[in-house]
C-alpha cells in the first residue's frame, strides 16, 4: 500500500510540474488570470497584482521584478495545489526566474 502511495505523489507531483511549465508559457502569452481548474482540482481562491508578486517574492526570498502575476489556491478531495505564475519585466528574465 505504501509503494502505490508514493508512487502517486509522484505522478501527481511530475504532472503539477508539466502543469505549471505549460501554464507559464500560456501566461505568457495572454492576461495573466487563473484557470478555473487544474485537472480535477478546482480554484478556491487567488491573489492577483501587487498581493501576488510580494507572496511570489516571499516564496523566492527575493525580489524578482516580476511586472504582474497570480498565485492560485487549487482543491479537491483533500489533494491540494499551489500555482504561483508571475511576468518578468523583461524577456531576458525569463529563464532567470
Request: avoid cysteine.
Amino acid at each position: 500500500m505504501l509503494n502505490r502511495t508514493a508512487g502517486r505523489d509522484v505522478r501527481t507531483s511530475v504532472g503539477i510540474a508539466f502543469l505549471v511549465y505549460s501554464l507559464s508559457a500560456y501566461a505568457q502569452a495572454a492576461k495573466l488570470e487563473p484557470p478555473e481548474a487544474v485537472g480535477a482540482l478546482q480554484l478556491v481562491h487567488a491573489l492577483r497584482g501587487k498581493e501576488a508578486l510580494q507572496a511570489i517574492d516571499r516564496l523566492h526570498g527575493k525580489g524578482i521584478a516580476g511586472t504582474d502575476g497570480y498565485v492560485a489556491h487549487y482543491e479537491r478531495n483533500g489533494l491540494v495545489a499551489m500555482l504561483y505564475v508571475s511576468r518578468p519585466a523583461r524577456s531576458s528574465m525569463t529563464g532567470a526566474q
